[in-house]
T-cell receptor
Framework: DTEVTQTPKHLVMGMTNKKSLKCEQH?????MYWYKQKAKKPPELMFV???????INESVPSRFSPECPNSSLLNLHLHALQPEDSALYLC???????????????FGPGTRLTVT | DQQVKQNSPSLSVQEGRISILNCDYT??????FLWYKKYPAEGPTFLIS?????DKNEDGRFTVFLNKSAKHLSLHIVPSQPGDSAVYFC????????????????FGKGTKLTVNP
């Protein structure tokens, strides 16, 4: 099973709303990632959790707040977003790097977010 | 500054022929390279990867070639099938980008492959 699930598939929110995106995997991966992808652009890394601890924050504005409640779940809390934050938000997971061996990341289908 | 470049935004190939997708990179510290396929409204799907200690990796119809001296890699799909029509992203990770066992990937802008029946 190489499935990463994300909910909701689509989300429309106003600039004053608070919402959360959810991601789940049951592959036993201990690294989980949030990416943002704008139309016709590549995915851009936002956050990385390793062993449930935040290991990388790519200078993301504080209106995005990640959370990793356990090894299978990853959340992204959204508050006071701007219309330019509208994008596809992708979650991914991977095994953690084992000495010199790297592992591929598996992506979920994404949440299409529209901020009005 | 883009560290991973896919200079061809699109490629069109006849069914049964070979598709060759190219990727160039600038960071000599990259030690792991991946190719992903993406259909509209879906997340990227992992296809194949290669470590910098190798120059070729093959998986079924997909072969990735790495030329470190030229900082260039390519994905060969043979024979190409209409179902291969998608956007293909090249991605890379650098030695030293590992944090707590996780790895940071940077992606190219993608090449849209169309395989015509």
């Amino acid at each position: 099973d190489t499935e990463v699930t994300q909910t909701p598939k689509h989300l429309v929110m106003g600039m004053t709303n608070k919402k959360s995106l959810k991601c789940e995997q049951h592959m036993g991966h201990r690294a989980m990632y949030w990416y943002k992808q704008k139309a016709k652009k590549p995915p851009e890394l936002m956050f990385v959790y390793s062993y449930e601890k935040l290991s990388i924050n790519e200078s993301v504005p504080s209106r995005f707040s990640p959370e990793c409640p356990n090894s299978s779940l990853l959340n992204l809390h959204l508050h006071a977003l701007q219309p330019e934050d509208s994008a596809l938000y992708l979650c991914a997971s991977s095994q953690t790097k084992d000495r010199l061996i790297s592992y591929e990341q598996y992506f979920g289908p994404g949440t299409r977010l529209t901020v009005t | 500054d883009q560290q991973v470049k896919q200079n061809s935004p699109s490629l069109s190939v006849q069914e049964g022929r070979i598709s060759i997708l190219n990727c160039d990179y600038t960071n000599s510290m990259f030690d792991y390279f991946l190719w992903y396929k993406k259909y509209p409204a879906e997340g990227p799907t992992f296809l194949i990867s290669i470590s910098s200690i190798k120059d070729k990796n093959e998986d079924g119809r997909f072969t990735v070639f790495l030329n470190k001296s030229a900082k260039h890699l390519s994905l060969h799909i043979v024979p190409s099938q209409p179902g291969d029509s998608a956007v293909y992203f090249c991605a890379a990770s650098a030695e030293g980008w590992t944090q707590g066992g996780s790895e940071k990937l940077v992606f190219g802008k993608g090449t849209k492959l169309t395989v015509n029946p």
